[in-house]
């Protein structure tokens, strides 16, 4: 890769110049696997602007951003001023008494026959502050803190032990055997606690997956390598404290960027689209009984 195009090392909270479709950007590393875009070097900070279409997703430059998201993970844009057409609601909803399906780590479309490439999550500019968190975080290390810090109520050691066994020596599961374990355990959790304590468990998950868990803000765009050859995330929603049916919340929107925003004289294909699932929006059957 082109040293222009590799995401500088991780470092410590304050910003620092990247360089970029001939623009320094500044930019953060809170963890190995994120990279925080606060905008444009030389632009004024406190004005927003739409530079993720503008330059980052520029049929120019996006395929070289895109190659960034894939090594990286995730891909944070602060303070993006857009309206988009390609954005669509997210329209999951959690209750009280159980878990939605978007509350469980999950790849978008994890039952189609293709996996979008990416899955970009944003919370608009609006009147009501975003209080529910999006929790990202490596696929390997989710599995791993799943089983780490499985309740002693839950751990049935002839079904999860040889998985430990396994997970410990190498080598590791395909992602195709991942994906049962991680069905075991989410229906083991859907099955058992009831919702405040299975989203204690998930909050658990996340400390021990390292993941990245910062509350949204107004104009901020996340990009998740969902799949590729190399590093795919997954995501949840996750509640920071027990969730309260009836209080306001701030709305996101979402798109699969790479197949739903076409490059000049290609056409969405929308067969392929309409083949992917999605858990927030209640289209996915892994996590149900």
């Known amino acids: 890769m082109d040293a222009a195009l590799i995401p500088p090392a991780p470092s410590p909270a304050s910003a620092e110049r990247?360089?970029?479709?001939?623009?320094?950007?500044?930019?953060?590393?809170?963890?190995?696997?994120?990279?925080?875009?606060?905008?444009?070097?030389?632009?004024?900070?406190?004005?927003?602007?739409d530079y993720l279409h503008d330059t980052l997703l520029a049929p120019a430059h996006r395929e070289a951003f895109l190659q960034v998201m894939d090594r990286t993970g995730l891909v944070v844009c602060l303070n993006v001023a857009t309206r988009h057409p390609t954005y669509r609601d997210v329209r999951g909803r959690s209750s009280k008494g159980r878990l939605s399906q978007g509350e469980y780590y999950h790849h978008d479309g994890c039952s189609s026959p293709t996996k979008p490439r990416l899955v970009e999550i944003r919370c608009p500019y609006q009147t009501v502050a975003r209080s529910v968190a999006t929790a990202v975080a490596p696929h390997h290390d989710v599995l791993w803190a799943m089983l780490q810090v499985l309740p002693a109520e839950l751990d049935d050691p002839a079904v999860f032990g040889p998985w430990r066994q396994r997970l410990a020596d190498g080598p590791w599961p395909s992602n195709a055997e991942l994906d049962t374990l991680q069905g075991l355990l989410n229906r083991t959790v859907r099955r058992k606690l009831p919702a405040e304590a299975a989203r204690a468990y998930f909050r658990d998950v996340d400390a021990a997956a390292n993941a990245y868990v910062l509350p949204w803000s107004?104009?901020?765009?996340?990009?998740?390598?969902?799949?590729?050859?190399?590093?795919?995330?997954?995501?949840?929603?996750?509640?920071?404290?027990?969730?309260?049916?009836?209080?306001?919340?701030?709305?996101?929107?979402?798109?699969?960027?790479?197949?739903?925003?076409?490059?000049?004289?290609?056409?969405?294909?929308?067969?392929?689209?309409?083949?992917?699932?999605?858990?927030?929006?209640?289209?996915?059957?892994?996590?149900?009984?």
Request: aromatic letters at 6%; glycine letters at 6%; one cysteine or more.
């Open 18 to 49: 990247w360089l970029f479709a001939d623009r320094a950007w500044r930019v953060r590393r809170p963890k190995p696997f994120v990279l925080v875009i606060e905008g444009d070097a030389d632009a004024d900070p406190e004005v927003p602007s």
């Open 218 to 289: 107004m104009g901020e765009s996340r990009l998740i390598a969902n799949a590729n050859d190399g590093l795919t995330l997954q995501h949840r929603r996750a509640y920071l404290q027990e969730n309260r049916p009836g209080v306001a919340n701030g709305s996101l929107v979402k798109r699969w960027t790479n197949e739903e925003l076409p490059l000049p004289g290609q056409a969405v294909d929308e067969a392929l689209v309409a083949s992917f699932c999605s858990e927030e929006d209640g289209a996915c059957h892994r996590a149900r009984d």
